[in-house]
């Protein structure tokens, strides 16, 4: 039986707590007064989503939801820093946009992107080594690493594919797919054949090729969810064409005209974009048609809205070289396969800095710990400067340099928060 085939899913990552500082003395024999020596902590692994192109489902996602990165190794004497936590690699396929599951809003489109950093690690303690001052030679403490990140997030698989075959179930749309490309989908004459989308490759001409999608039968209500259109209509988001196949034979008792406005409407249903973008309308199996008055009628129908038409028959191999050589025509002036921008904008994290924190202060050094300041600095990415002025804005917000001023720091001095040094300045 069929794997089926899985294209959204719902994670949980986590990214590798950063190793804690160790606290040690350097002892050797004949050498007195050695000092401290104790290494600073690993960093967490981070989360790393990559592309494979191997894959083309998220069935890998089906059954295992949570991902946790490695944490960082604690620090050592003798200087001995903590080994580095490995990075978790999640792999998907490409096309794959990653959402924020709370906002929804786009993280990273996985489609150019090779390797995305999802969470960065925590930074790992420093070690006494650190903390050794004129007065204060033997620090006793080292600081702990910084916790890992957790966030939760929609994996959504959009393919890339260049055009999308689009229709009723059981209107010949697998059928042109094998006859146009090498794919080899099922193909069979009962509903629903189709039950993931299917790709092909077409080669029209020597430098001519574009990739053409099979998606599953839309029907009436798909775009509110009915049947298996709603589940894939996002496939054809990315597609720059759309190849309408229409069943003009009557051999099903169906209105060709009827079909053809159903489709249109489930497309701008679910996508006033997607119902606008340039479509050719290919009427298949013509080899059996009962009723040529159908045909016609069809046709003056389509033209009367500007839209071209394509007698075919998939079955027959009638009409489908003429219908790519169009296809891959139109193609030549249409923009690229869409990749979607980020629109996902980082949020401060909740932190309630009222908690007092624990100051020392030793020859012109000034060292700051709380638990409220290690979560916050877990959440501050230090490369980005509006992080920092972020940062720096919490913590005046905090009173924390009002404190410092009150207990006498000086310009000049250093203030130490766990793994980061700065030069107070008023």
């Not at 020859?363 to 720096?392: H, I, K, T």
């Not at 207990?407 to 700065?422: A, K, R, S, W």
Request: overall charge negative; some cysteine; hydrophobic content about 40%.
């Amino acid at each position: 039986m069929a794997a089926a085939f899985v294209d959204t899913a719902r994670i949980t990552v986590r990214s590798g707590a950063g190793g804690n500082g160790a606290v040690s003395f350097h002892r050797e024999k004949y050498v007195a007064a050695g000092g401290p020596d104790g290494g600073d902590g690993g960093r967490g692994g981070d989360i790393v989503v990559r592309i494979d192109d191997h894959m083309s489902t998220l069935m890998d996602f089906r059954y295992k939801r949570k991902y946790t990165a490695e944490n960082g190794g604690n620090g050592q004497g003798k200087r001995c820093s903590g080994k580095d936590g490995a990075p978790l690699v999640i792999k998907v396929p490409r096309g794959t946009v990653i959402r924020d599951a709370d906002t929804n809003e786009i993280i990273c489109d996985m489609s150019q992107t090779e390797s995305f950093v999802l969470c960065r690690g925590g930074n790992g303690g420093w070690g006494n080594k650190h903390f050794a001052t004129p007065t204060r030679q033997v620090p006793n403490f080292a600081k702990a690493g910084l916790p890992g990140r957790t966030r939760e997030v929609v994996l959504e698989l959009k393919l890339l594919a260049d055009v999308g075959l689009v229709g009723f179930p059981n209107v010949g749309k697998s059928t042109l797919l094998s006859v146009v490309t090498k794919a080899n989908p099922k193909i069979a004459n009962y509903h629903f054949t189709t039950l993931w989308p299917n790709l092909g490759v077409v080669f029209v001409d020597e430098g001519a090729s574009f990739v053409l999608a099979d998606i599953p039968g839309i029907i009436e209500g798909a775009a509110e969810g009915a049947g298996l259109g709603h589940d894939f209509l996002r496939h054809v988001d990315r597609c720059r064409l759309l190849i309408h196949v229409v069943d003009v034979s009557g051999s099903e008792g169906r209105d060709p005209i009827a079909d053809f406005e159903a489709i249109n409407a489930e497309l701008a249903e679910y996508s006033p974009e997607l119902a606008a973008r340039p479509m050719i309308v290919a009427a298949n199996k013509v080899d059996i048609l009962a009723d040529q008055s159908l045909l016609d009628k069809f046709r003056a129908h389509v033209e009367g809205k500007g839209y071209e038409l394509f007698e075919i028959s998939a079955a027959a191999h009638q009409g489908t070289r003429e219908l790519m050589a169009h296809t891959a025509r139109l193609l030549g002036d249409l923009p690229p396969v869409t990749v979607y921008e980020p629109t996902y904008v980082e949020r401060p994290p909740e932190v309630d800095t009222s908690a007092p924190l624990q100051i020392e202060h030793e020859d012109g050094r000034w060292f700051v710990d709380g638990p409220w300041l290690q979560r916050l600095m877990a959440n501050v990415n230090f490369g980005d400067y509006e992080s920092r002025s972020w940062f720096d804005k919490k913590l005046r917000e905090s009173g924390l340099f009002d404190t410092l001023e009150e207990m006498g720091i000086q310009d000049g001095d250093t203030v130490c928060l766990y793994n980061l040094e700065f030069e107070y300045q008023r």
